[in-house]
T-cell receptor
């Protein structure tokens, strides 16, 4: 099983550019989330989804868009990158109750210059 | 929103010794799940141990065990016989509808 596949692993963007971080899981998990990790701040929730067609905002949604057209895929879009979005991004998935914890992707280190 | 607090930003332990990482959380829920995750320098997030709040028995996974005090809203992680490979960032997490993470504890195992 591939688990959670997150691409790319590294990315450098110029301020104002847009991009999409890809996330796919093959475990038939209903629940998928995007987090950003910054030093001293732990993991902060950006957006999450409890099923296809359903998304909701987390703690830090501004500047990010998501959609969930299939159970497997949950892409994160940066519409106009800003230096404040320099971070490590993680996608994670779990079943709807979450009792077994998340399976995480390998992360994307994004630098906005 | 629930909050998860890890009050020890950094800790160190001698190889083969025991160390305890602290975690407290704030919630009005009665049923929920708690987790400890390990993040080594590779950046990969690895589930260490999980606890279901309705179970009074503390979870154990090999050298890792928890001290779950529901009334005190405390969920500490004990690592016994520390090994060099335990050097990592450790995150405590709470789950009820949404996952909330603490800010992490950086653990260094000293040879």
């Amino acid at each position: 099983n591939a688990g959670v596949t997150q691409t790319p692993k590294f990315q450098v963007l110029k301020t104002g550019q847009s991009m999409t971080l890809q996330c796919a899981q093959d475990m038939n998990h209903e629940y998928m989330s995007w987090y950003r990790q910054d030093p001293g701040m732990g993991l902060r929730l950006i957006h999450y989804s409890v099923g296809a067609g359903i998304t909701d905002q987390g703690e830090v949604p501004n500047g990010y868009n998501v959609s969930r057209s299939t159970t497997e895929d949950f892409p994160l879009r940066l519409l106009s990158a800003a230096p404040s979005q320099t971070s490590v991004y993680f996608c994670a998935s779990t079943n709807i109750k979450g009792q077994y914890g998340y399976t995480f992707g390998s992360g994307t280190r994004l630098t906005v210059v | 929103a629930q909050t998860v607090t890890q009050s020890q930003p950094e800790m160190s332990v001698q190889e083969a010794e025991t160390v305890t990482l602290s975690c407290t959380y704030d919630t009005s829920e009665s049923n929920y799940y708690l987790f400890w995750y390990k993040q080594p320098p590779s950046r990969q997030m690895i589930l260490v141990i999980r606890q279901e709040a309705y179970k009074q028995q503390n979870a154990t996974e090999n050298r890792f065990s928890v001290n779950f005090q529901k009334a005190a809203k405390s969920f500490s992680l004990k690592i016994s016989d520390s090994q060099l490979g335990d050097t990592a960032m450790y995150f405590c997490a709470f789950m009820k509808h949404v996952f909330y993470f603490g800010t992490g504890t950086s653990l260094t195992v000293i040879p």
